[in-house]
């Protein structure tokens, strides 16, 4: 069965300083990943998508992410946070029977 | 280009009462889905239309909770009777067709949170 882990529920950062949101997935098979953000009372967007191509994968507002099969894991990464990245972040895996599984989410809070 | 709409936005009921959630995704997508989100939880897909056909319901507690999609555009997901559990954000996406799903890039309403007393 396909599922993914959120290593944290809540992350908190300081402007300008590096942003690491921990995924882990289970698959029996090479997995579609991405990220979701949803800022508060927004819509769910996607920041970006793995689907088996380059490893490493950018998306967008200078986010990324890695995939490495060798730890079954997909960190979502942001060199420098700004205080407009506070926001929850769902790391979401697909595959089959269409459908998409969510993690519990990670909170990221950016202080001054 | 409009975004996926959803009404209302905010909704109070007590147990036992029931309501209906209704969704209008974007123009000419296919594919209609209808989540949950529980405070602190990521969401969980109900119901997924392909057109006006239910393509997977296998989540969906179908002894309370129903969905439609008449003519494969607006969406109305209803709840009766309510129970105090049922409390969540109810959220709509849509994509242009069933197979965009594996490019996971589906396209999400603001939602609609319903509170249970």
């Known amino acids: 069965a396909q599922s993914v882990t959120q290593l944290d529920s809540h992350v908190s950062v300081s402007e300008g300083t590096p942003v690491l949101l921990r995924c882990n997935y289970s698959?029996?098979?090479?997995?579609?990943l991405f990220w979701y953000v949803q800022h508060p009372n927004k819509g769910l967007q996607l920041l970006l998508k793995?689907?088996?191509?380059?490893?490493l994968v950018k998306g967008i507002n200078g986010f990324e992410a890695e995939f490495k099969k060798s730890e079954t894991s997909f960190h979502l990464t942001k060199p420098s946070a700004h205080m407009s990245d506070a926001a929850e972040y769902f790391c979401v895996s697909a595959g089959g029977y269409n459908k998409l599984i969510f993690g519990a989410g990670t909170r990221l809070a950016v202080h001054p | 280009e409009a975004g996926v709409a959803q009404s209302p936005r905010y909704k109070i009921i007590e147990k036992r009462q029931s309501v209906a959630f209704w969704c209008n995704p974007i123009s000419g997508h296919a594919t209609l889905y209808w989540y949950q989100q529980i405070l602190g939880q990521g969401p969980k897909l109900l119901i997924q239309?392909?057109?006006?056909?239910?393509?997977?319901d296998s989540q969906l507690p179908k002894d309370r909770f129903s969905a439609e999609r008449l003519k494969g555009v607006d969406s109305t997901l209803k709840i009766q009777p309510a129970k105090l559990e049922d409390s969540a954000v109810y959220l709509c996406?849509?994509?242009?067709?069933?197979?965009?799903?594996?490019?996971?890039?589906?396209?999400f309403g603001e939602g609609s949170r319903l509170t249970v007393l």
């Open positions: 793995y689907t088996s191509a380059a490893t």
């Open positions: 239309f392909q057109n006006n056909g239910v393509v997977d």
């Open positions: 698959s029996s098979y090479s997995p579609s």
């Open positions: 996406a849509s994509s242009l067709a069933r197979d965009s799903l594996f490019s996971g890039e589906l396209f």
